[in-house]
């Protein structure tokens, strides 16, 4: 699987701020469940329906069981939108 | 290793907003009886409860009233309400414990109550019980469930794939997360630690 780039990056920073419906610039790339105070247990299954919705499919169960970070939001739309 | 070597015993526990009281099955049964015709509610813990008589949901209570099993009752103190259970079951040749939890009023779903409820009951299964590990398993699709293991720090163990059946008869996987208690601690304390700096 790619490493996500900057594009892919800006792109989940992007969905977890709608998803969470707070301010872009309140999303680090860095930032995860623990650090983003909104980034609460509706907030997340908001963010996981998001990817879905973004990448046309289900996310696999090991995908879900490791989502915690922007980093991994933006893994999850580009393996998405790669199958 | 620190292992219990009684049968365990429930005790009243309290956080911030919550007092955790073991369970009665007689009263608590009468008192909750409403909450068994909610399929959604009790899709987690994987109970067909629609349709449950008093008596069957009685009967299905006084299970987790027995020996190496505690039920606690959520209470929410500001309103004195009773909103959902915690259970654990406890293998006294393991010192392993299972976890489930239901939150039935659904005005509180998304306002953090497992994390604060089940930190308290993490607390006391590890400190005062002296239990090894925690587990708990929960269907792939139940993302808030899962961010909750994630927050407590479990971690993602193994997958039973297309173990579960949800409401809408699809297939999914079952995942089990896994606590030990050095891992507890260890959270506990670099918590404690991030306070006394920030204080």
């Not at chain 1, 792109?11 to 650090?35: F, K, Q, Y």
């Not at chain 1, 998001?50 to 991994?72: F, H, N, Y």
């Not at chain 2, 949800?166 to 260890?186: H, M, V």
Request: positive net charge; charged residues 30%.
């Amino acid at each position: 699987m790619s490493a996500p780039d900057d594009r892919d990056i800006e792109a989940a920073r992007s969905l977890v701020a709608r998803a969470l419906e707070r301010p872009l610039e309140t999303i680090p790339c860095d930032g995860s469940l623990e650090t983003i105070p909104a980034w609460d247990s509706l907030g997340h299954v908001r963010i996981l329906l998001e990817i879905e919705a973004e990448t046309g499919r289900m996310l696999d169960s090991d995908v879900i069981a490791a989502m915690r970070s922007v980093m991994d939001v933006a893994r999850a739309l580009v393996s998405g939108a790669r199958v | 290793m620190t292992r219990p070597s009684k049968p365990i015993r429930a005790i009243e526990l309290s956080t911030d907003r919550f007092v955790l009281r073991p369970i009665e099955p007689v009263s608590f049964a009468r008192r909750t009886l409403h909450w068994t015709s909610d399929r959604q509610a009790f899709a987690d813990l994987t109970w067909r409860t629609e349709g449950w008589t008093m008596w069957r949901w009685w009967r299905h209570l006084r299970k987790f009233a027995r020996k190496n099993r505690i039920c606690h009752g959520i209470w929410a103190k500001e309103k004195a309400a009773l909103i959902g259970l915690h259970i654990i079951g406890y293998e006294p040749k393991s010192g392993n414990v299972n976890i489930g939890v239901l939150i039935a009023d659904r005005s509180w779903w998304g306002k953090g109550v497992v994390a604060e409820v089940r930190g308290a009951i993490l607390e006391d299964c590890f400190e005062r019980l002296g239990v090894h590990r925690a587990t708990g398993w929960v269907n792939a699709r139940n993302f808030a469930s899962i961010y909750n293991y994630q927050r407590l720090g479990f971690k993602r163990e193994a997958a039973l794939r297309d173990n579960s059946v949800l409401l809408d008869g699809a297939r999914t996987d079952l995942l089990a997360f896994g606590l030990l208690r050095s891992e507890w601690l260890a959270k506990r304390g670099a918590v404690e630690s991030q306070d006394e700096n920030k204080a």
